[in-house]
């Protein structure tokens, strides 16, 4: 089963988005063992990130969810950072600064976002060291 999880994926009905670190915020933990006691199938992080300087932190999040998650039996086998490359906005020409490669719209080279290659290596080698990793 693939999901996807962004930091906008809990809204109030007749308000806005609810943040990840509100108390009425469902867990991510709890999203994927809901979705495996209905779907009884492996799960599958297909899409997740957030733009900016950001993007480590949100990593981190997600794989510490992950990692609950999987201690509590639920079996997930990986997970994808989405974007890879950075783009222009959806709606407009904006830049968008989440992915792991940035570009030059100018030069058309190619640039990796540091902070967020350690967090992916550091996450790598926890992942690693689960049972199973």
């Known amino acids: 089963l693939g999901v996807n999880y962004y930091c906008h994926n809990q809204w109030r009905v007749d308000g ?4 990840v670190t509100d108390p009425e915020a469902k867990p ?11 779907y009884k199938c492996p799960i599958f992080i297909a899409e997740t990130g957030i733009e900016a300087e950001l993007r480590p932190t949100w990593l981190r999040h997600v794989c510490a969810e992950v990692g ?3 201690d509590n039996q639920i079996p997930i086998h990986g997970i994808c950072l989405y974007p890879v490359m950075n783009h222009p906005g959806w709606d407009d020409d ?12 100018l030069t058309f080279e190619r640039a990796f976002d540091q902070p967020l290659i350690d967090e992916l290596m550091r996450q790598q080698a926890i992942f690693a060291k689960r049972p199973g990793g």
């Not at 904006?94 to 719209?105: A, E, V, W």
């Open 94 to 105: 904006r830049h968008c600064p989440n992915g792991l490669i940035d570009y030059s719209t």
């Open 16 to 19: 806005g988005p609810i943040e």
């Open 28 to 38: 991510f933990r709890k999203m994927l063992s809901e979705n495996f006691e209905r």
């Open 68 to 70: 609950q998650a999987m």
